[in-house]
């Protein structure tokens, strides 16, 4: 079976992950900001 040597190579590893930025002081948790974007949200979900 022939080994496809290209995809290795463009597959994402450890070390060329970026980490995230860091969280403003409003939100200090990811679960807080969530909340905020789901109440900025509200019912326009359906819409664009």
């Known amino acids: 079976m022939y080994l496809r040597?290209?995809?290795?190579?463009?597959?994402v590893g450890?070390?060329?992950h970026s980490a995230m930025p860091?969280?403003?002081?409003?939100f200090?948790?990811?679960?807080?900001?969530?909340r905020y974007?789901?109440?900025r949200i509200g019912n326009?979900?359906?819409r664009e």
């Open 5 to 11: 040597t290209k995809r290795i190579k463009r597959s």
């Open 14 to 16: 450890d070390q060329g």
């Open 22 to 26: 860091a969280l403003s002081a409003a």
């Open 28 to 34: 200090d948790h990811p679960d807080d900001a969530a």
């Open 37 to 39: 974007a789901h109440e």
């Open 44 to 46: 326009r979900r359906d």
